[in-house]
């Protein structure tokens, strides 16, 4: 699986931004698809989570309300639109696949690196105050 993000650049606080991630592989619709975010000097932390059906979302507290995960399967296209940008949303943001075909975790599940197999090469956001 190949992952290629696509859709960060500069924005002003209150901005909005839409992150795309297209997925190579005839199966992605079986696939959990995510984003996480590693800001400059900070750990790599969970942004958002998609399940294979779509049925299933999850954020981090710190986005909550304000972006919105979504997935197109005829595309292999898995989206992230983000509202009402802070300077605290600057980061690299990657996006993450979770191969484990048709399955549907918990929250806490899906916030572990450790439940994606795929990542792709990020795309920088940054948010100017």
């Known amino acids: 699986v190949q992952l290629q993000a696509s859709g960060g650049g500069l924005v002003q606080a209150g901005g909005s931004l839409r992150l795309s991630c297209a997925a190579s592989g005839r199966v992605f619709s079986s696939y959990g698809m995510g984003w996480f975010r590693q800001a400059p000097g900070k750990e790599r932390e969970f942004v958002a989570i998609?399940?294979?059906?779509?049925?299933?979302?999850y954020y981090a507290d710190s986005v909550k309300g304000r972006f919105t995960i979504s997935r197109d399967n005829a595309k292999n296209t898995v989206y992230l639109q983000m509202n009402n940008l802070k300077p605290e949303d600057t980061a690299v943001y990657y996006c993450?696949?979770?191969?484990?075909?048709?399955?549907?975790?918990?929250?806490?599940?899906?916030?572990?690196?450790?439940?994606?197999?795929?990542w792709g090469q990020g795309t920088l956001v940054t948010v100017s105050s």
């Open positions: 993450v696949a979770d191969t484990a075909t048709y399955y549907s975790g918990s929250y806490y599940y899906y916030r572990s690196e450790a439940a994606y197999d795929y």
């Open positions: 998609i399940t294979w059906s779509g049925d299933s979302t």
